[in-house]
């Protein structure tokens, strides 16, 4: 999600600390694993695992609502500070969980604001390369290696054909069969469960 009217919502490291802080929080009463993530100025990014995929809406409508309540307090300022319901997508795990971090990671980049994803200071790249303990990351597990090295150069892979692919309107990312194990409930992407019979996508 991004600040609304794309303003800035993180101004200073006291700001990207706070919202760290308040995502381990709801990381630790969802059970939620955080894979991969990105801080801008004006917006972020998270890849995340669920145990219930039903809580993404408590999780991150959670963190908004605390973070905004202790932005308006902090700045003086009231109103809407995110524009409007998070954008989320559905990813297959086994073949696009990697290169949607690679995608998140690399965003500073895109944006001219580092040479390098690794120089950025708000990203999980740092726990890959550095072994940086944010309180937050946990290990993509499709990522076998342990050099930051080898890490540096997976990132450096980037291509324009995944940049398109996330950029893109598209709520599901896998093969038809990983779309079919989904459904849509009041608009939104859930994992279907046994014995019941959903619209499929």
């Known amino acids: ?62 963190i908004q609502q605390v973070y905004a309540y202790r932005y308006h307090k902090k700045y003086g300022t009231a109103g809407k500070l995110f524009q409007g319901r998070f954008k989320s997508q559905a990813i297959e795990k086994e073949n696009y969980l990697l290169i949607c971090g690679r995608y998140v990671e690399n965003n500073p980049v895109r944006a001219g604001l580092c040479q390098n994803a690794w120089d950025w200071p708000w990203s999980s790249a740092g726990f890959y390369i550095d072994g940086k303990n944010d309180t937050i990351t946990l290990k993509d597990p499709l990522w076998k290696k342990t050099n930051g090295e080898d890490y540096k150069e997976w990132l450096k892979k980037t291509s324009q054909e995944e940049e398109k692919l996330f950029k893109s309107s598209l709520e599901v990312i896998g093969n038809l069969e990983y779309q079919r194990k989904l459904l849509k409930k009041k608009g939104r992407i859930i994992h279907r469960r046994k014995g019941r019979r959903p619209d499929y996508l």
């Open 1 to 62: 999600n991004r600040g609304i009217l794309k303003q800035t919502i993180f101004h200073e490291k006291e700001d990207f600390r706070l919202f760290l802080n308040i995502i381990q929080k709801y990381s630790s009463k969802y059970n939620a694993r955080f894979y991969h993530w990105c801080l801008m100025s004006n917006h972020y990014h998270l890849v995340t695992e669920l145990k219930n995929p039903e809580d993404l809406t408590k999780i991150t409508g959670g």
